[in-house]
């Protein structure tokens, strides 16, 4: 059934990671950019998974784009 579905309907815009978008409250600035770098983390990880790339094809473009530090977050 997944198959069936334009990719694009399933796509999350990086534009959802914005504290601003989702409406929260902005709090310390060094700590809303490292929360929506991990959001945008995520949101590059489910993308990729949706151009049906094998395991292998999307760890390995994971580890080329992303430093190790977010790259759990990726694969969540």
Do not use: C
């Not at 990719?7 to 929506?36: H, N, Y």
């Not at 945008?40 to 395991?55: A, K």
């Not at 390995?60 to 977050?73: I, P, Y």
């Amino acid at each position: 059934m997944w198959n069936l579905l334009p990719k694009s309907l399933l796509r999350i815009s990086a534009e959802e990671a914005s504290f601003r978008r989702r409406g929260f409250a902005a709090g310390r600035p060094e700590a809303r950019v490292r929360l929506e770098r991990v959001i945008e983390v995520f949101i590059e990880g489910y993308n990729l998974t949706l151009e049906g790339h094998s395991d292998a094809q999307l760890v390995s473009l994971l580890e080329t784009r992303l430093d190790a530090h977010h790259l759990g977050f990726a694969f969540e």
